[in-house]
């Protein structure tokens, strides 16, 4: 089992940056990517990115490119989501989720996920 913590989120004020946290534990050798994802209230849940954990690639979400940055800590065993010039749509909760095998990064089928961390971005 592994298991994943959020942090990070709260509230913050459109235009501005929040960093969330990601701490893996448990059988983290099992990893191969973690990705972070949003849901906010009455849609689905999407993706946002996701890095591979062995060469680092990252992936993103169009809308997030250029304004959200992955990054992860093999030694520490956590992943980073560095959220810079945020609007009112990137208001949701955030989840992170790992998965054992790298493939198909981008949709919701992860093995492990985390509780969640609310970011709510006011205009």
């Known amino acids: 089992q592994v298991q994943l913590v959020e942090s990070g989120g709260g509230l913050v004020q459109a235009g501005g940056s929040l960093r969330l946290s990601c701490a893996a534990s448990?059988?983290?050798?099992?990893?191969?990517?973690i990705g972070w994802f949003r849901q906010a209230p009455g849609k689905e849940r999407e993706f946002v990115a996701a890095?591979?954990?062995?060469?680092?690639?990252?992936y993103y979400k169009t809308s997030v490119k250029g304004r959200f940055t992955i990054s992860r800590d093999n030694v520490q065993n956590m992943v980073y989501l560095q959220m810079n010039s945020l609007i009112s749509g990137d208001t949701a909760v955030y989840f992170c989720?790992?998965?054992?095998?790298?493939?198909?990064?981008?949709?919701?089928?992860?093995?492990?996920w985390g509780q969640g961390t609310q970011v709510t971005v006011s205009s």
């Open positions: 448990g059988r983290t050798f099992s990893i191969n990517a």
């Open positions: 989720a790992a998965k054992r095998w790298p493939v198909g990064l981008e949709s919701v089928v992860y093995d492990y």
């Open positions: 890095i591979r954990w062995g060469d680092g690639s990252t």
